[in-house]
């Protein structure tokens, strides 16, 4: 019985260190550009972007096929950082605040097929109860206004907080 544990303790050991020497040799090196795009982008999969997922949209970015501002969840200031890291020019980004999901309480069923497509789960909400949207958490990407079938879903512009407000700068006159 100590020469099986022997033999095969030796053996699984053997193994293993030809498995940890494989992995060091036959390393394929990463991309370290799409790592950093990877880091940028939400990393929600919702595909709004026409992308599998934000894998596909990071090759896609790399490729030169797409526009920094492929991604709508991440508004403006997303597709300014992912042009600067690109070093490309920004072209097409929506101006103006973004976009989320706001529920028409009055006209709400409580079906819960809204919640149910949220990638995020920004809506809370019981069957046959009403529902609200956390604008904290929603990333406006609009994948619950399609399966709405009362349509008291809609996507308007965040309401500004403390913590989402900026001073817009000023429109220099004959300058």
Known sequence: ?????????????????????????????????????MELLPG??????????????????IAGTASPALCPPGGRALAQSLASKLGRTLEGAGDGPPL??????????????????????AIVGASKQIHFVFQEACMGCGLCIEVCPTECLQLRPQTPTFATWYWPKPVLQGV
């Open 100 to 121: 989320l999901a706001e529920i028409d309480e009055s006209r709400c069923i409580g079906c819960a097929h809204c919640g149910k497509r949220c990638p995020t789960d």
């Open 44 to 61: 929600v999969n919702c595909g709004q972007c026409g992308y599998p997922g934000c894998g596909g949209a990071a090759d896609a970015l």
């Open 1 to 37: 019985m100590i020469a099986a544990i022997t033999t095969l303790t030796s053996l699984g050991l053997l193994l293993g260190m030809l498995l940890s020497l494989a992995a060091r040799f036959f390393q394929v090196p990463d991309n370290a550009l799409r790592e950093e795009l």
